[in-house]
C-alpha cells in the first residue's frame, strides 16, 4: 500500500522516517483512526515550527492513540492550537516528545496534564493587555519534569499542587521553577501530600505507642529520604543510633494496608533491638555478610511469630515467591549471579518450612533445632550461614549483574546495625590519614522550628511555610527600666493599691530550697555549723513561696515590628494620659510591660515574656526577654530595656510558635496576652488579607489547646480586622500613652 501524499512543507528528517511510521500505524490503528493520525502530523508540519512537532508526532503518535485511544486527537488538537498562538509555540516538539513516557492510561487523564500545562503556561508568561509577550520560563521545566512528576502523584493531585506553585510563585519565575523541580521544602511538602497511601508522619504516633506497648522502646522514628528521579529504588528500613529509620511513604501491597506494613517493619526492627548482637565483619566477603544477614533476619521473623502468632498470616502475604532458579548453563551464559535469588528462596523455605532442595532442607533442619532450644543467637546463625556458603558457592556469584526481581523481602532491614568494623581496608590504608575535621563553630541561635501557613484562598494549609527561629533578647542596661517606672510612679502606686485587694492571701512556704526569694534562717545557721566543724553543709539553705488558690500562667506576645518605633503624637490628650516628648509607641510599651511584670510577680502568677518580628517567611524571629522559671529581677529587666523595633508582623506563625510554649506549662488558666500596634503583614505577601486570615486560625488553633488568647491592640483603625482575628477577646487603646495604666488593669480584669 502507498504512503499518503503529503501535503504542506517536507523536512528531510521526516522524509527518512515517513513510510516506516505509516506502515507501523497501520499495523496497530484502524484505517480511520490512522487518517486522523496523519491528519494532526500534517497540520503540524505546516505550524511553521519546523521538523521537530511533525517527526515526534509521527514516531510516537501511533504508539499513544493505541495505548489511549483516538479520543486523544481532540484535547490534543485543542491544546496545541492554544500554545501556537503564544510565544510557548515553540514548546510543542518537547511536548510531543515528553507525551509518550508520561504514566498516562486514561484519555481523561491526559487530556488533565494537557490542561494543566496550558494553565502553567498561562499563569507564567509575561503579559500585557492579557497579551503573552515572553515564552514562560517554568513551561520547559514543567515538561522535563512531568514524568518523575506522574510517576509519585497521580494527574487530579497534580494539577493542585501546580495550581498552588501558580498562586505561591506565579510572579516569580525563579522560585517557580525552583518549585517545579521541587527543590524547596514548601514544594516537597505541598507535593508529598498529594501522594497516594499513608504517610510516616501521619502513622507516627500509633507506632510510638506501639513500640512503647509492645516491646517498652521509647526511640525516635525518622523518614528515609525519598529516591530521586535517578534512584531506581528507595532506601531500606534501618536501626541507627538515633532511632528507626522508616520510608516516608508507603500504600497497601498484596493486600495488606499501609498501616499493617509500618507496624511489621517496625516490629521487625524492634525485634533486632531486642535479640540481634553485633557481629565483627573483618575478613567476611560480602557473600558471607548477605549469608549472614538472610539468616539472622529469618530468626527475628520467627521470634516475632512466636511472640505474636497474628503476623504470619502478614508476613505470608508480603513475602515474595522466588523465581525458579535458572541451570547453571543458562546462568553461564547470561553471566548474571543468582546469589541473592539463592538467598530469597532460602529465606522463603526457613519461613514456610517447605525446602526446594536438600541444602535447604539440611539448614531448615539445624535452623528449627537451634530455635527449639530458645531463641538462639546472632553467632549460631552466622555460623549456619557460613556452612551453606560453603555448600553453595558458584562461580558465577562473581559476576557484577546481579539477579534482583523477587528478592527483596518487604518488610526487612538493611542489617548495617549488625556490623562492627575494627580496623580500617586496604583502600583506607592507601589514603593515609584523614586530615583533622575543623572545631565547629558553636551556633548562635536554635535551629528553626517549621509551621503551617492558612491559605484562605485554597482552604488548606502550606505545610512547612513559615521558619520560627529562638533567640534569647540581647541585655541593655536594667537601669532604664527602672527610671521608666520612676516616670510612672503614680500609676505603680495606684496598682499596688488594687493589688493589695487582690492578692491571694492563701500563700504556701517553700522552704529547704536550692533557690529562692530568700534566706531560710534556720537552714543557714545549720550549714554554718556544719562547715565549721569540717563537715560538707547542706546548700539548701533558700525558701519561696507560692500561692495555693490562684494557678495562673501568662504568656506576653510583644509586637517588635519597625513601627513600634514611631512617635507619640497625640495632641488632644492632657494630663497623665498624654505622655511625654520623645515617647514613642516602643517606650511605652517597655513601661507598660514592666508594670505588668511587677504585679504579676506580686499576684505569684507564671509569666513570660516574648517579643517577635519576621522578614518574610523565611525569618520570623521569636526574642525571649524573661522565661516563666525567671524572677522579675534586673536579667529581665536588661533585656526588655533592649528591645528594638525592626521589620515586619507575620503574627500566626509567632502565636502558633507560642502557643507551643504555653502549652507546656501546667496551670488552671493559660492565659496569651498579645500586644501589637498594627495588622499582620510581611513584605512577600501581596495580599493584605492573607495574613490576617493566617492569625485568626491560629487563634482557632490555639482555643483547641486550651488556651485563652487576648489581644491588647494600640492601633486606632484595629476595628477593621482585630475581630476577624480575636473576635470579641480583643481591647483597642487609641491613645498610646495610655498603655502603662490599661494594660495592667486589661490583665487583672481577665484573671480577677
Avoid at 498603655?739 to 487583672?748: A, K, N, T, V
Wanted: charged letters at 25%; proline letters at 7%.
Amino acid at each position: 500500500m502507498l504512503a499518503p501524499q503529503r501535503p504542506g512543507p517536507r523536512f528531510p528528517e521526516v522524509d527518512a522516517i515517513f513510510d516506516t511510521c505509516v506502515a507501523q500505524a497501520r499495523e496497530r490503528l484502524d484505517a480511520g483512526t490512522v487518517d486522523a493520525w496523519l491528519d494532526l502530523a500534517f497540520w503540524l508540519g505546516r505550524l511553521g515550527r519546523g521538523a521537530e512537532p511533525q517527526r515526534q508526532w509521527l514516531l510516537h503518535g501511533a504508539e499513544l492513540l493505541a495505548r489511549l485511544g483516538p479520543g486523544l486527537l481532540a484535547p490534543l488538537r485543542e491544546v496545541l492550537a492554544a500554545l501556537q498562538k503564544t510565544p510557548d509555540g515553540r514548546a510543542i516538539g518537547a511536548l510531543l516528545a515528553v507525551l509518550p513516557a508520561l504514566r498516562l492510561s486514561t484519555v481523561a487523564d491526559a487530556a488533565g496534564w494537557l490542561a494543566q500545562g496550558l494553565a502553567l503556561q498561562r499563569g507564567s508568561s509575561v503579559a500585557i493587555h492579557h497579551r503573552a509577550i515572553d515564552p514562560s520560563a517554568a513551561l520547559p521545566v514543567f515538561l522535563a519534569e512531568s514524568p518523575g512528576l506522574l510517576a509519585r502523584v497521580p494527574v487530579d493531585g497534580l494539577g493542585r499542587w501546580l495550581e498552588a506553585g501558580l498562586r505561591l510563585h506565579g510572579h516569580h519565575p525563579d522560585r517557580l521553577a525552583e518549585f517545579l523541580r521541587r527543590q524547596s521544602p514548601d514544594s516537597r511538602a505541598l507535593f508529598n501530600r498529594e501522594r497516594p497511601g499513608l504517610a510516616l508522619v501521619d502513622a507516627e504516633r500509633r507506632l510510638t505507642l506501639t513500640l512503647r506497648a509492645l516491646w517498652a522502646l521509647d526511640e525516635p522514628i525518622l523518614p528515609l529520604p525519598e529516591p530521586t528521579d535517578g534512584e531506581a529504588v528507595a532506601a531500606l528500613p534501618h536501626l541507627d543510633a538515633d532511632g528507626l529509620h522508616l520510608p516516608e511513604r508507603l500504600e497497601a501491597h498484596a493486600g495488606v494496608g499501609a498501616l499493617q506494613r509500618y507496624r511489621l517493619m517496625a516490629a521487625h526492627l524492634a525485634g533486632h533491638r531486642r535479640w540481634s548482637h553485633f557481629l565483627v565483619a573483618d575478613n567476611w566477603s560480602p557473600m558471607q555478610r548477605l549469608a549472614v544477614e538472610t539468616l539472622e533476619d529469618a530468626r527475628i521473623d520467627a521470634l516475632l511469630r512466636r511472640r505474636f502468632p497474628g503476623l504470619g498470616a502478614v508476613m505470608r502475604a508480603l513475602h515474595p515467591l522466588p523465581p525458579a532458579d535458572p541451570d547453571d548453563a543458562a546462568d553461564s551464559q547470561r553471566r548474571v549471579s543468582t546469589l541473592r535469588l539463592r538467598l530469597a528462596r532460602l529465606s522463603h523455605a526457613l519461613f514456610t518450612g517447605e525446602p526446594h532442595d536438600d541444602l535447604e532442607r539440611d539448614v531448615l533442619g539445624q535452623f528449627t533445632a537451634a530455635l527449639a532450644a530458645g531463641e538462639s543467637s546472632s553467632r549460631e546463625m552466622a555460623t549456619l550461614a557460613l556452612a551453606w556458603v560453603a555448600r553453595s558457592r558458584r562461580p558465577s556469584d562473581q559476576f557484577a549483574e546481579v539477579l534482583f526481581e523477587g528478592t527483596q523481602v518487604d518488610w526487612r532491614d538493611d542489617n548495617r546495625h549488625l556490623w562492627r568494623f575494627i580496623e580500617a581496608g586496604d583502600e583506607e590504608d592507601t589514603q593515609g590519614d584523614p586530615p583533622p575535621r575543623p572545631a565547629e563553630a558553636e551556633p548562635d541561635e536554635l535551629p528553626p522550628r517549621l509551621y503551617p501557613e492558612w491559605d484562605a484562598a485554597a482552604l488548606a494549609y502550606r505545610p512547612d511555610w513559615v521558619k520560627v527561629y529562638d533567640r534569647l533578647q540581647p541585655a541593655g542596661r536594667a537601669a532604664d527600666i527602672d527610671a521608666l517606672l520612676a516616670r510612672h510612679h503614680d500609676t505603680e502606686r495606684d496598682l499596688e493599691r488594687l493589688l493589695d485587694a487582690l492578692k491571694p492571701q492563701d500563700r504556701v512556704r517553700l522552704r529547704h530550697q536550692e533557690e529562692g526569694s530568700e534566706l531560710d534562717l534556720d537552714r543557714a545557721i545549720a550549714a554554718l555549723g556544719d562547715l565549721r566543724a569540717g563537715r560538707l553543709p547542706d546548700t539548701r539553705v533558700q525558701m519561696s513561696h507560692r500561692t495555693d488558690g490562684r494557678d495562673i500562667a501568662v504568656l506576653l506576645l510583644m509586637d517588635l515590628s519597625a513601627s513600634v518605633n514611631d512617635p507619640v503624637n497625640d495632641p488632644v490628650a492632657t494630663g497623665e494620659g498624654a505622655g511625654e516628648p520623645g515617647d514613642t509607641v516602643l517606650s511605652l510599651s517597655r513601661a507598660a510591660v514592666a508594670l505588668l511584670a511587677g504585679a504579676i510577680a506580686t499576684l505569684g502568677d507564671r509569666l513570660a515574656i516574648v517579643g517577635f518580628h519576621s522578614d518574610t517567611r523565611q525569618r520570623v524571629d521569636l526574642l525571649h526577654v524573661k522565661g516563666f522559671g525567671e524572677a522579675w529581677d534586673d536579667a529581665p529587666k536588661a533585656r526588655l530595656a533592649a528591645v528594638q523595633g525592626a521589620f515586619s508582623t507575620r503574627m500566626g506563625a509567632a502565636l502558633r510558635h507560642a502557643g507551643e510554649l504555653l502549652s507546656g506549662r501546667q496551670a488552671d488558666r493559660r492565659l496569651l496576652l498579645v500586644l501589637t500596634d498594627g495588622r499582620p503583614s510581611d513584605v512577600d505577601v501581596a495580599d493584605p488579607e492573607h495574613l490576617v486570615a493566617d492569625a485568626a486560625q491560629a487563634v482557632h488553633e490555639l482555643d483547641a489547646l486550651g488556651l485563652y488568647t487576648h489581644c491588647i491592640s494600640l492601633d486606632a483603625q484595629a476595628d477593621a480586622y482585630v475581630g476577624r482575628v480575636f473576635g470579641a477577646r480583643c481591647s483597642v487603646i487609641d491613645r498610646v500613652a495610655q498603655l502603662p495604666r490599661r494594660l495592667p488593669e486589661i490583665f487583672l480584669g481577665l484573671t480577677r
